[in-house]
């Protein structure tokens, strides 16, 4: 009899581990999906495969045409689960990603240092020679490649210029931050030590081994990337993947997970040129004022985001295997990289899933 029961409840055990074929598997557990490298075809899933709220779509489409986007993707997996365009944009059109593409020389520059070409430790002056700033040569040799990742060089970010006149000591190198386009040293650094221009390296390095387009443009002082909205999303997918193209490791993990979390003691809300949600508090651009909180408390905490002027956006959140893209005009008013627009976008994105 014991030994009867004991094979019955087995029978009911296995039967209960045992998968419905027709259930939904959840989002978050689903294999990911990265799209080729050359063409248009790329997997979706749709909102009612994910049981998410149909009645949340049009309010959110209703309110990114309001504030002047002009694209908007949601990937889930690598799936695209929303891709819209507004004002005469297209799939195929490129768009600027502003400071949203300080990210990509974030990248660049863990990629040479895997390479062995460059180490983020080391001088800046190391790579591009001395006196490319106006300090004296003891306080130029503090600033390492590092403090440019985590805007902590000390220069005056009263300007955005990069010639050496504007380049101002303002405190030494790692005790202040402050917001400044001096990062693009940077990618000179990436030049010198490879021996490559600098979009010659990003697209042998990137761009092509993930199937992104787009050039580097100068606009004024700035080095500024323009893409479609699908390659802006590509280069999201790596990042929730930790680097990791389908089968090939292009950025390290341990560069991707110092980037991505806080970088220095004075913004806890920045890593290596990526903003970090969900810290204890932050500062903004253009700022010295310590804000307590999320940067976008709608937002999930664990998000990590790439954000430019006139609100072009990557969002990248691990606990929703989720990549969002926002590009456009300003939604409001001009700004450098964050406004109100993120949380209440968050609160319509939110209402999808929740």
Known sequence: MTKTIFSFLTILFLAGCSSDPTEQTPAETQSMYFPPLTGNTWETKSISDLKWNQNAVQPLLDYLELKNSKSFIILVNGRIVMENYFNGHSATTNWYWASAGKTLTSTITGIAQQEGLLNINNKVSQYIGTGWTSETLAKENLITCKHLLTMTSGLDDSTDDVDPASLIYKADAGSR????????????????????????????????KIGMNGNWVQIDVNSVYTSTSRSMARFGLLMLNKGKWDNTQILNETYFNEATTTSQNVNLGYGYLWWLNGKTSYHLPQSQL?????????????????????????????????????????????????????????????????
Do not use: C
Request: overall charge negative; aromatic content about 12%; proline content about 3%.
């Open 177 to 208: 931050w402050a917001y400044h386009n001096v990062y693009v040293k940077l990618q000179d650094a990436v030049a010198a030590a490879s021996g490559l221009a600098w979009e010659d390296y990003f697209n042998a390095k990137l761009r092509d």
């Open 290 to 354: 310590t804000f307590s909180g999320s940067i976008i408390p709608t937002a999930p905490n664990d998000m990590f985001m790439a954000l430019g002027k006139n609100d072009q956006k990557i969002y990248v959140v691990p606990s929703k295997n989720m990549v969002i893209i926002r590009m456009g005009d300003a939604a409001d008013d001009v700004n450098l990289a964050l406004s109100d627009f993120d949380e209440t976008l968050w609160e319509k994105i939110s209402a999808l899933y929740q």
